[in-house]
């Protein structure tokens, strides 16, 4: 099969390369998926399971991607819950070979129906940023209905799913970001936007949860806003700083198969949008996660058409 690989870490997504890989088996609780669509993080180059396995041995040439979507081609022993033709969506595993491939094999748990009437690229779009966001504010996050919420990148992939989701659930949503950014952050669900570039930060005033992607200075300012009982939720590592007297918490994004058909209802019935800023076929995948310039939003790699 056809598949995008690294084996250098220090050179980035520069490094990534289009080549044959034998086409992956299916252990047990395992399926194969045929992917027709397939989302890539670049932060995911710089993660020890990019490059080693769960017992710290070098895999490389590894496949990476962990976002994909497609077809059950095969069933590992004891594989339960899915069967073969059926469209599925999910989160690949973080130590495995990935999704920027013709086939991958992923634990089946890991993956949800996925709704005729939702297309691939969808699909593959929505694992990381919809599962981080639905985690982050509802499980780590305590979110209350009426609680007003400040996002950070509120304009970018993961960002869009927070400010949707938290306006829909009855928050009122404070977004950041680049003064380029401030129609699609409204669009996105923001009530309010801050541009970091030009605008105070400190001006918002008190509010019940902070959901983090930028860390730094960014982070500890944003710690003193919090106020008291509200948490700081961080996808940027640990925490630096911590709310006076509220929690800080730092987690890393999990597959779950109903959170995933939640994602997957509200995308169906009009509460959800992806942000999708470019698609692009496999061949001219390297390209794509290299550009030239800024994208702002997820980048899809169309496996099949």
Known sequence: MRAIVVTDQAAGAAGMTLTDRPEPEAAGNDVVVQVYASGFTPGELTWPGTWTDRLGRDRTPSIPGHELAGVVSALGYGTRGLSVGQRVFGLADWTRDGTLAEYVAVEARNLAPLPGDVDFTVGASLPISGLTAWQGLFVHGRFAVGQSVLVHGAAGGVGSMVAQLARAAGAYVIGTGRTADRQ???????????????????????????????????QRRSAALVRAGGTLVSIAGPPEARPTDGIAVDFVVEADRAQLSEIAQRVRDGRLRTNIANVATLDDAVAAFNPSERVKGKTIIRVRP
């Open 184 to 218: 699609a952050a409204l669009d996105f669900g923001a009530q309010e936007f801050v541009d970091l570039g030009d605008d105070s930060l400190e001006q918002v005033g008190a509010v019940d949860l902070v959901f983090d992607m930028i860390g730094g200075d960014i």
